[in-house]
């Protein structure tokens, strides 16, 4: 069978010597081949203006800079390092190595003002390309499962439909809706379960955003289309989150905020700290609502953000950059990391991110009021335990994907493959033991249903590795027997995790991304497995078990639904392709009872090979079924009619929020306000 495939040639700008004599240009930098050979300089050209321009922007600003640096300029600047080189990770000094620099109040890069003016007339804004047209816009398109056609339309781009977020229409703003009650209850929530997990506000900063709203009177002209911004995907995260009745109307609602704050999006999304931590806070929300964006897009451009500001290298030690200033940067920088390793190894995709060798050290433990613009009392109280450990795990992930399915090479202390699967098993065993001997050595009450969360965490975490490091992959195509049956074990142990984390108490973050495609993964390795292995599965499990874990998978994909429907399509599928492997594997175990019996009655046999066959499929490929099948769905995107739904007058009867009493729940936060 023949496939029309169009071939792609990368387009290259030409350099002016080609353009101006019409000649192909091959647009190696620094410069072409033609160039080369005639011996003569280089350079680009820009259509804009018409003239010459640099080819390399790096080069360019190396020689204006050390035009700069020259002593006969008007202006000299002294050097203070190559924008490439790795400053080494100071985990607890800050102390002042004599570096003359200044620390930017606006943007947070470590750069001399001089350089950061180059940089601004030179380079975009990385979260937007003019006020009005952000390129944020080109994300805002729901996260679609995977799919053999590909990509299947969005109506989310098209600025004419009524529901379009690029374009949306104008209606009566849900924040206002929240009642002064209710609100209390879900910030609190937000403070005490989801910040600690995803720090990328400061305690303060989000509280001050919140006040500005709903303490107006104390706050009087505070409010800002940033602190709007803010509190709305705040309250829409902690309603998603918090509801355990009522899950569509709430999620309908949370939609809702969302889509209105989109409306400061050009505001918002600048091209500095604080727009970093705006389009985060988007992502943590684009988890519990995967249909909103696409999560591959939206953090593949959070990532290019954080290599533009630096964030991906420590800063030198200097008096003049703050130890709060230090650990926020830290801060954005794996929750950005962990964001992107998340989405990225599901879709089999490389991390733009560095994965090993990270030169920046993970921020404080401690809770957000001991952190504050005077310094830091490291003996304050350890509330953010949960965002190392998780990003422990996904660097554990990261490193499994990287070595088995992108190439690269197996860490050099490692002799052999083996050696390094070996190594992988013990680092997650080891991972999942600290969580266990932490959560028994915790004294503190109030933590305890955090630790219970963070065991359930671990419980999934820990098969989930196993799963990724024994499937099949490009560097190990055909596992043995043994790591198919550990692939298979396991994967039903993320599931059954993954169901109970959805059925989990009020206020446990229930995010739906990463449970909907784990799962559909580990169904995949599950049906491979149990096609290929039935002689071995037989010898070590009866049929009522079997029967019981194919069902784990469907109740799993059922729960997933209530939060996005799209698992619903997950769940057909799987059924549908368990319905033929399920049968197969009963007419085998059928074969095996009658070659027992008639096997008493003749002589005895020892050796039994290609007595059973076993089916060789690429079943890898249902990572790529058609999930959202554009010949019977109207829509591929999960969108809510939020406007069909009125905003309840008991948010508590409505959605069973649960919340602690509001004179406790509002000493938490408006003290904070205050220090």
Sequence with gaps: MQHNRTKVRRRVLACARCRKRKLSCDGKVPACTRCVDAGVS???FDSSTQREAPRSIADYLEAYIASLEDPRSPTPLRR????????????????????????????GTYADSLVNQVMEDVTPSFLGISKMR?????????????????????????????????????????????????????????????????????????????????????NPGQE??????????????????????????????????????????????????????????????????????????????????????????????????????????????????????GVCCIFLRPVNLPIQRIDVAFPLEVDDTAITQGGINLNGRLSKFTSRRICQFRMIEAEIYAVMRHGEPIPKECPSLQHWMQRCEASIL??????????????????EARWKEMKLYSDIATPYIFVALYRPHPMNPMPTIDQQMTAFVNAVRVADGYWQQSN????????????????????NIFLQVLQRCKQEIAERYQWQEIEDWMDHFSRCFSTIAERWTAATRCQEEYERLLAGIKE??????????????????????????????YPVSDMDDI?????????????????????????????????????????????????????
């Design 504 to 523: 989990a108490d009020y206020g446990r973050i229930k995010y739906v991304f990463h449970p909907c495609h784990h799962v559909f993964n580990c169904a």
């Design 430 to 447: 080891e991972w999942q033991r600290e969580i266990y001997a932490s959560e028994a050595a915790n004294q503190d009450p109030s933590f």
């Design 42 to 44: 280089c350079v680009g």
């Design 584 to 613: 197969e594997y009963r007419e085998f175990l059928a074969q095996r009872t009658s070659f027992v019996s008639h096997s008493h009655l003749a002589a005895p046999m020892t050796d039994t090979t290609g007595l059973y066959t």
């Design 80 to 107: 203070i390092g190559r924008p490439s080189e790795i400053f080494p990770s100071p985990a607890a000094s800050h102390d002042s190595e004599g570096h003359s620099v200044k620390w930017g109040a606006e943007n």
């Design 224 to 341: 800002t289309p940033r602190h709007r911004y803010i509190v709305s995907i705040i309250m829409a995260i902690s309603l998603s989150t918090a509801a355990r009745t009522n899950q569509r109307q709430a999620n309908a609602l949370a939609y809702t905020l969302v889509r209105q704050a989109m409306h400061f999006i050009p505001e918002v999304a600048t091209n500095d700290i604080s727009g970093l931590q705006a389009i985060l806070l988007l992502t943590q929300y684009i988890f519990l609502n995967p249909s909103m964006a696409d999560l591959w897009l939206l953090t593949g451009l959070i990532s290019q953000a954080v290599i533009d500001l630096g964030l991906h290298q420590e800063l030198p030690n200097d008096a003049n950059i703050s130890p709060y200033q230090r650990d926020m940067r830290r801060r954005l920088f794996w929750c950005a990391w962990e964001m992107e390793v």
């Design 134 to 218: 952000p390129i944020l816009s080109c994300v805002v398109k729901g996260t679609q499962l995977p799919s053999r056609k590909g990509l299947v339309g969005s109506t989310d781009l098209d600025e004419n439909h009524p529901r379009s977020i690029i374009n949306p229409q104008p209606f009566t703003n849900c924040l206002n809706g929240i009642d002064y009650k209710t609100a209390v209850g879900l910030f609190n929530n937000y403070l005490d379960r989801i910040i600690t997990q995803y720090p990328i506000y400061h305690r303060n900063d989000v509280t001050a955003a919140f006040n500005s709203i709903y303490y107006p009177v104390s």
């Design 623 to 675: 990572n790529f079924w058609t999930v959202f099948n554009p010949t019977t769905a109207t829509e591929t995107i999960e969108t809510f009619n939020a406007s069909t739904y009125k905003v309840p007058y008991d948010w508590n009867e409505e959605f069973s929020l649960e919340f602690v009493p509001l004179q406790e729940a509002e000493q938490k936060f408006v003290t904070t306000a205050q220090i």
